[in-house]
């Protein structure tokens, strides 16, 4: 059975990535069936992700919005719509737009992206101003293998040392980080418009748990959300988390099920806190 309705203001969607092995059109599916106001759409190899017209198809068919799409800008999808970072960013940006997606997750550049790391603040900033499509770029996490740590990020993994207009904080990646998810959280300020809610145990890798399985403090910052500009300004809250050891369908519903129940639970908000904008 779908949950119950969505708490005002906060529209909770479910990452098409929550559903891997299985394809994009489980991720609709799903998504569906369990009541989730829509979904983020992440972009790679698999071929429905790439395809704006199949996209479009699955969102009528299972009457679920496309929320925010996700550039394809992990190490695994570095080859999909070409090898040309900057061409990749803007392209997922015209499909957002023609999704009706106003948003598109991005990661920083890789260090090796050095002609990308360059570009990157323009590249996010032009999409606004062309398409009114915000980016909020993500906290990511260095990689640790034994006693070598590297931050394979040409401008850093936390990226609230540059400076960006839009954030997404994601709380598998804090706990990868070792970061203090709320001392980030409060750091990126109004200008978080993101939630990856996940969760992580700590491990120096990126395990998406589901929230409230793992050491972070997933309630307290969907309780702040909640309460605050966030909320009030239109942002989004999107599951992202990992199925893929899932046997069945019906192992997976039940994770991402109790994931949105946690959502549900913690991002309502506290009497006297001020009203969502667009509250229904």
Known sequence: MPAAAAPRGVPIALSTA???????????????????????????????????????????????????????????????????????????????????????VVHPPFRWQRRYADVFADEVSRAREHHDVTLPVENMFPVKRGALRTVPYALGHDPTEVGFGAYTLDLSHTAA???????????????????????????????????????????????ALADGPFARNGGTVVLEVSTRRCRTRQERLGLLAESLVFARLHLVATAGAPAAAGAR
């Open 177 to 223: 980080a070792g970061v203090d998810a709320l001392e980030l959280m409060a750091r990126m300020g109004e200008q978080l418009t993101h939630l990856h809610l996940t969760d992580g145990s700590g491990a120096p890798r990126d395990e998406h748990l589901v929230p409230g399985r793992g050491d972070q403090p997933c309630a307290e910052v969907c309780q």
């Open 18 to 104: 929550s559903v891997y092995p299985e394809g994009v059109a489980a991720g609709f599916e799903i998504a569906a069936e369990l009541g989730y106001d829509g979904v983020e759409l992440m972009i790679w190899t698999d071929p429905v992700s790439q395809d704006p017209r199949a996209v479009e198809r699955l969102a009528h068919r299972y009457g679920v919005p496309i929320l925010a799409v996700h550039a394809p800008c992990l190490a695994v999808t570095q080859r999909v719509w070409g090898a040309d970072p900057v061409h990749r960013l803007r392209r997922t940006v015209e499909v957002a737009a023609r999704l009706g997606a106003g948003t598109v």
